[in-house]
């Protein structure tokens, strides 16, 4: 299982960026697939999740509005467009997966996933 995050970069406060969260080993359609994010000093904090079985989507109270979770199934990927982002923001991020899917009431949990690519930067100023 491989899953490579990709998109991040530089951008300033009120910006956009589109993290691509691309897989082989698994179809992200059988899988419960998370956005996950930590910032230095900080615990890795759950950001969204999606469920393309269960028809399911979350959010994080802190980007609820201003992030969207998306996939393709044709490219066997996840995105995530940010969007009106903020110096808070500014994180590694994560898209981690697991099989079949997380229960609702723990898809911010790390714990409940089993694979995990390397992350992408996402750095906004101020």
């Known amino acids: 299982v491989q899953l490579v995050e990709s998109g991040g970069g530089l951008v300033q406060a009120g910006g956009s960026l589109r993290l691509s969260c691309e897989a082989s080993?698994?179809?992200?359609?059988?899988?419960?697939i998370g956005w996950f994010r930590q910032a230095p000093g900080k615990e890795r904090e759950g950001v969204s999740y999606?469920?393309?079985?269960?028809?399911?989507?979350h959010y994080a109270d802190s980007v609820q509005g201003r992030f969207t979770v998306s996939a393709d199934t044709a490219e066997n990927a996840v995105y995530l467009q940010l969007n009106s982002l903020k110096p808070e923001d500014t994180a590694v991020y994560y898209c981690?997966?697991?099989?079949?899917?997380?229960?609702?009431?723990?898809?911010?949990?790390?714990?409940?996933?089993?694979?995990w690519g390397q992350g992408t930067q996402v750095t906004v100023s101020s």
């Open positions: 999606i469920s393309l079985r269960d028809g399911i989507t």
């Open positions: 981690p997966a697991e099989f079949p899917f997380v229960p609702s009431k723990v898809w911010a949990h790390p714990t409940e996933y089993d694979y």
């Open positions: 080993g698994i179809i992200v359609a059988e899988y419960g």
